[in-house]
């Protein structure tokens, strides 16, 4: 078992934040894998319309990863047929009030985007392991950043939030060393989404004018091909680390 392909036709995977951007990319390319995509997110109109338009079979799940009672149920809410879980992709995340001095941050937006970046994914991590231990298979994918690994001013709260995500994931592939459990993180550079638009409370012409300042950005099919790239690696091969950036 394995040895067998982790994504492969009725291989499951859970990814959440999947209602837009790259957790949408990701899902729509898991599935025309052939893979059963649970497609987790707080919009659950959003995730039907996705589901709808899915060529594999696919479940709309709702989930707010920063509802630690949720998350630490899920298996026990999702069918019983999608709770051997294959593929993990950690994709939620946010930087709500973000892209500002630290002294002028909001507090309460401090604590959600800790709460949903760090706590909500070690906490959906979590949840799904135990079983991935048990069955000695799984890959756990994580959409990290850049940011994880470099600083930029203004942005301390984020940073410091994907700098959790680089370290929890290198320690705990150590600890699942030997297993049958691999683990990825993916991070990205800038990626054109409505992850801009979020930050600043859907204000579309302050995010557009964020990324009409940069010469080039990645889209995030890109991300989500890296996500294949890492899952289709034969089962003696871990990849760690992939860093991808405009060129």
Same mark, same amino acid.
């Given at each position: 078992?394995?040895?067998?392909?982790?994504?492969?036709?009725?291989?499951?995977?859970?990814?959440?934040?999947?209602?837009?951007?790259?957790?949408?990319?990701?899902?729509?390319?898991?599935?025309?894998?052939?893979?059963?995509?649970?497609? @987790? #997110?707080?919009?659950?109109?959003?995730? *039907?319309?996705? !589901?709808? /338009?899915?060529?594999?079979?696919? =479940? &709309?799940?709702?989930?707010?990863?920063?509802?630690?009672?949720?998350?630490?149920?899920?298996?026990?809410?999702?069918?019983?047929?999608?709770?051997?879980?294959?593929?993990?992709?950690?994709?939620?995340?946010?930087?709500?009030?973000?892209?500002?001095?630290?002294?002028?941050?909001? @507090? #309460?937006?401090?604590?959600?985007?800790? *709460?949903?970046? !760090?706590? /909500?994914?070690?906490?959906?991590? =979590? &949840?799904?392991?135990?079983?991935?231990?048990?069955?000695?298979?799984?890959?756990?994918?994580?959409?990290?950043?850049?940011?994880?690994?470099?600083?930029?001013?203004?942005?301390?709260?984020?940073?410091?939030?994907?700098?959790?995500?680089?370290?929890?994931?290198?320690?705990?592939?150590?600890?699942l060393q030997g297993t049958g459990v691999r683990l990825t993180e993916v991070m990205p550079g800038l990626v054109r989404t409505e992850f801009a638009s979020a930050r600043w409370l859907g204000d579309e012409k302050r995010a557009q004018e964020f990324y009409d300042r940069f010469d080039a950005a990645l889209a995030p099919e890109d991300i989500s091909d890296a996500v294949h790239y890492a899952l289709d690696a034969p089962a003696h091969v871990n990849i760690?680390?992939?860093?991808?950036?405009?060129?």
């Open positions: 078992m394995a040895d067998e392909a982790i994504l492969a036709k009725n291989s499951v995977a859970l990814v959440t934040g999947a209602s837009a951007g790259i957790g949408r990319a990701v899902a729509t390319g898991l599935s025309a894998r052939g893979a059963r995509v649970i497609c @987790a #997110a707080r919009r659950l109109d959003r995730l *039907e319309d996705l !589901v709808a /338009g899915l060529p594999s079979p696919a =479940l &709309a799940f709702e989930l707010d990863i920063a509802d630690g009672e949720a998350v630490d149920g899920l298996l026990q809410r999702l069918p019983e047929d999608w709770r051997q879980i294959d593929i993990l992709v950690n994709n939620a995340g946010h930087d709500l009030g973000g892209r500002q001095p630290f002294h002028q941050r909001d @507090a #309460a937006d401090v604590a959600a985007v800790i *709460e949903t970046n !760090v706590t /909500g994914m070690i906490r959906t991590t =979590l &949840a799904i392991v135990p079983g991935m231990r048990e069955r000695g298979r799984g890959h756990i994918v994580t959409i990290g950043s850049v940011n994880g690994v470099e600083w930029t001013a203004n942005h301390s709260v984020y940073v410091g939030s994907k700098f959790a995500v680089h370290g929890f994931t290198n320690s705990l592939r150590q600890e760690c680390d992939l860093v991808l950036r405009p060129a």
